[in-house]
Each structure stands twice: as structure tokens, then as C-alpha cells.
């Protein structure tokens, strides 16, 4: 992955397969340069069992081949930054994937396009679950939820081109004084 | 947030438009792109953008674009499914942003798929 946010877009995917109705991002950037993502979802959650083996390639619930490599590449460029990932789950009540990346240090990965990135997360799931987005730092805060848009919306789905153009330029007006010095 | 107050104009003229595409949804173009692990480490978020991006600007209201996982050749990742409202699906394979005008105008609006994009042609190689 080439920057943070691709990670977002790959992880946050699990959620929805997880049968998640809501999917709450949040990205907190602190003085000392520290980025600690988090994607929280209410969906069905992990086994004991499987999440001991989360960080493992060869750790996956698909049927189809025997790899998963979303969490591992996270969990590398985390800690090739100075960072880590943690991953808590209870079967049935849904996961927390904190990770923490040094944006200080030489080897981290930019943040990326995140207006972009989240964007995608909402037209490749245009329906469910409701997703939400928080982005922190010294600079200010700001929030958006998909729910919020789609009552306003009453019944446009959210991925009409006008509402799609629409949510990209209020990502990006409103996360660029927030997140711009890491993107 | 943003001001809301903008969805409203959005949704009343947005609301018509839907309408008349529910008339005759048999007409629908389908564009599915690859967007797991693989997909997304090959590039395939711009992709998609490039897709809405060029749908969006040519007004084709008859083109869904949307998402799928894995399918299992992630070597030939970015890759583009085209679903024709005959039902012909036609897999593109690495694609890039800059190939998606020529899939848009030659596959989506005039319905003759760009061979050597696909994933025959890069088979054949």
C-alpha cells in the first residue's frame, strides 16, 4: 500500500463484510506527530481463536485461498514507522482496529487522499452500513456521517454523481486544515 | 459538517432523474471494479474515481459503478469487469485512469469493447 488511507479503504472493508451497521472512523493526528487511526464497527465480531491469529498471513476467513494480507501490511507499515496495530473483538458485539503510526519518522507512509478514500468506502457500500468519519489535530476537528446525508437525501441514494461530487468537496474543504500537513 | 442545505437542491433535482432510470432498468451498464487487498494495492481506487469521474461528466444515467472483492488473479490487478445490458461481461485487466475515457466511450457508450485492454489480450501475451 502506498499510503495510510489505501489501508483504511482495504480494512474497513472487513467491517462490512463483518455485517457491520456502522462503521465509525477516526483519525487523530497529536503534537508530537503521532496518527492514531481507528475504525470501530458494531458488526459480528471475532472468536478469541481467530483473533489470536489476525497478524498471521495465513489467517483469513474467505474460503477461497488460504492468505489475508490486509492486517499484516497494516501491522508492518505501523511498525515500520515507530507505530503498532492492536485489534479487539468480541464475538458478536464488533471490533475496534486501533493503529498508531510515527508520522515523524522517515519511513511513514503519507496519509493520503482520505476525502477520496472515503468517498469509495461509501459508493462501493452505498447502502449499508452507515459509515462516520472524525478527523483531530492541533488545527481543529471535524466530523461527517454518512447517516446524516442520507436523511438529508430522502431517498437519493448516496451514489448519485451529484451527491458523490458533493461529499468529496466537503471532505476535502473541511479535512485539508485538519490533515493537509500529512497528506 | 458542511451545510446540509445543499442536499436539498441535490435530492430535488436528483429525484426526477432516478425516476426515469427505474423506467427502464433493463437498459443498465454495470462497471465492477476489483477493490480488495490486491485491487486496492494495485491502484484501484483512482480507477474507480476515473470511472465516476468520466460517467459523471458524459451524464450516463444508465451506469452503476460498483465494488467487488477478490476474484483470484491479482497479478492482472486493477481489474475492471463491464457487464453490457446484454449481459456480455467483458474483464479488463491492469487498468489504469488514464484507460478509462476509452473504455467509457468505446465499451460503455458505444458497446465495442477495447480488446487490447482485456483480459484476453493480456493472456495472449
Known amino acids: 500500500m502506498r499510503d495510510i488511507s489505501l489501508h483504511l479503504l482495504d480494512i474497513a472493508q472487513n467491517s462490512v463484510t463483518a455485517e457491520a451497521k456502522h462503521v465509525d472512523i477516526s483519525f487523530e493526528l497529536e ?3 503521532r496518527l492514531t487511526m481507528t475504525v470501530r464497527d458494531d458488526g459480528k465480531g471475532m472468536s478469541p481463536e481467530l483473533l489470536a491469529r489476525i ?8 474460503t477461497t485461498r488460504k492468505v489475508g494480507l490486509g492486517i499484516p501490511m497494516l501491522k508492518q507499515n505501523a511498525l515500520l514507522s515507530g507505530g503498532d496495530v492492536m485489534v479487539q473483538s468480541r464475538l458478536g458485539e464488533g471490533t475496534v482496529l486501533t493503529a498508531a503510526f510515527m508520522t515523524s ?10 476525502p477520496e ?3 469509495s468506502l461509501i459508493v462501493g457500500n452505498p447502502e449499508k452500513p452507515e459509515f462516520s468519519l472524525v478527523c483531530k489535530s492541533p488545527a481543529g476537528e471535524m466530523d461527517f456521517s454518512t ?3 442520507r436523511e438529508a437525501l430522502g431517498g437519493v441514494p448516496l451514489n448519485e454523481p451529484e451527491v458523490v461530487n458533493w461529499m468529496l468537496g466537503s471532505l ?4 485539508q486544515p485538519i490533515l493537509g500537513g500529512i497528506m | 459538517m458542511k451545510s446540509l442545505a445543499e442536499l436539498e437542491q441535490i435530492r430535488k433535482a436528483t429525484l426526477e432523474k432516478i425516476n426515469l432510470r427505474k423506467e427502464d432498468k433493463q437498459d443498465l451498464t454495470r462497471v465492477v471494479i476489483g477493490m480488495a487487498t490486491c485491487g486496492i494495492a494495485a491502484g484501484a481506487r483512482p480507477v474507480m474515481h476515473a470511472f465516476m469521474d468520466e460517467i459523471n461528466k458524459r451524464q450516463l444515467n444508465h451506469v452503476t459503478v460498483s465494488q467487488t472483492g477478490c476474484i483470484g488473479m491479482c497479478r492482472l ?3 475492471v469487469d463491464v457487464i453490457t445490458p446484454d449481459g456480455a461481461k467483458t474483464t479488463y485487466v491492469h487498468v489504469k485512469p488514464e484507460m478509462v475515457p476509452r473504455i467509457v466511450a468505446e465499451h460503455v457508450v458505444n458497446g465495442r469493447a477495447v480488446e487490447e485492454y482485456t483480459i484476453g489480450a493480456a493472456e495472449d501475451k
Do not use: H, K, N, Y
Not at chain 1, 55 to 62: I, Y
Not at chain 1, 172 to 175: A, R
Open chain 2, 77 to 79: 490487478e486493477p481489474m
Open chain 1, 105 to 114: 519518522s522517515i519511513d511513514c507512509l503519507p496519509l493520503g487522499d482520505l
Open chain 1, 147 to 149: 447517516a446524516a446525508v
Open chain 1, 117 to 119: 478514500t472515503f468517498v
Open chain 1, 172 to 175: 476535502q474543504e473541511e479535512i
Open chain 1, 31 to 33: 503534537e508530537d506527530g
Open chain 1, 55 to 62: 497478524e498471521s498471513p495465513f489467517a483469513t476467513t474467505r
